[in-house]
């Protein structure tokens, strides 16, 4: 599985950035998909995460109701909106799939890895 991701930049607190994520390889359909976030030095974190048909999905509770993630089994995408962004939101995000889903995904356990995108926030 090949992820490629794209949509970071620079917002301002309150304002809102959608990460788009564009995966490739066999049977898609049977990976979780995740977006995971590493502010250095901290470590790699979960941010969302979403099953195999979109039917259920986890969050981070520091993003709870301000992020959604979504994903498209057709074209092949997951994407990350982000609401009411924070300046502790700043960080590089990574989408990342795994044939596992647990709402409690830990980058240890993630098996495959896109690029990160740098999302920077200002206050």
């Known amino acids: 599985v090949q992820l490629q991701a794209y949509g970071g930049g620079l917002a301002q607190a309150g304002g809102s950035l959608r990460l788009s994520c564009a995966a490739s390889g066999p049977m898609l359909n049977y990976y979780a998909l995740y977006w995971f976030r590493q502010a250095s030095p901290s470590e790699r974190e979960l941010v969302a995460g979403?099953?195999?048909?979109?039917?259920?999905?986890t969050y981070a509770d520091s993003v709870k109701g301000r992020f959604t993630i979504s994903r498209d089994n057709t074209n092949n995408t997951v994407a990350l909106q982000m609401n009411n962004l924070k300046p502790e939101d700043t960080a590089v995000y990574y989408c990342?799939?795994?044939?596992?889903?647990?709402?409690?995904?830990?980058?240890?356990?993630?098996?495959?890895w896109g690029q990160g995108t740098q999302v920077t926030v200002s206050s």
């Open positions: 990342a799939a795994d044939p596992v889903y647990n709402i409690r995904k830990l980058s240890s356990q993630t098996r495959f």
């Open positions: 979403i099953s195999m048909t979109g039917g259920s999905t």
